[in-house]
């Protein structure tokens, strides 16, 4: 089954906690929590979220190198300028979605364009 779902005005918390209920299944008939939902989700115009400008100040994005001191930080602002809106949706659906051998199959279901 295919979703296409238009991300304009929307907030980002509510859009990818929507995506992600639709990529696990929950809103299918036949949900069964073992397996990867046979979904496809498509989101349009990405760079029309609704995104308050305090939170691209203020949000931060935190990834450790595995090194000594290697924990890198970078704000909403810089992570959008240089990989763009689909990056922090995908991150954000991610979050959401239970850390188990199927979480890459499942978000390999999610298409984001800008």
């Not at 046979?38 to 609704?50: E, F, L, W, Y």
């Amino acid at each position: 089954m295919n979703y296409n779902i238009d991300a304009t005005g929307k907030k980002l918390g509510r859009l990818a906690s929507e995506v992600a209920a639709i990529l696990l299944g929950k809103k299918s008939a036949d949900f069964q929590k073992h397996e990867v939902a046979d979904v496809k989700v498509t989101v349009v115009n990405a760079s029309k979220m609704s995104i308050d400008e305090k939170k691209t100040r203020t949000k931060t994005y935190r990834h450790y190198t595995g090194n000594p001191g290697g924990l890198r930080e970078k704000t909403l602002e810089e992570v959008v300028a240089k990989k763009g809106f689909s990056e922090i949706l995908e991150t954000a659906v991610s979050g959401m979605i239970h850390n188990t051998r199927m979480k890459k199959e499942i978000l390999k279901n999610l298409i984001v364009t800008e």
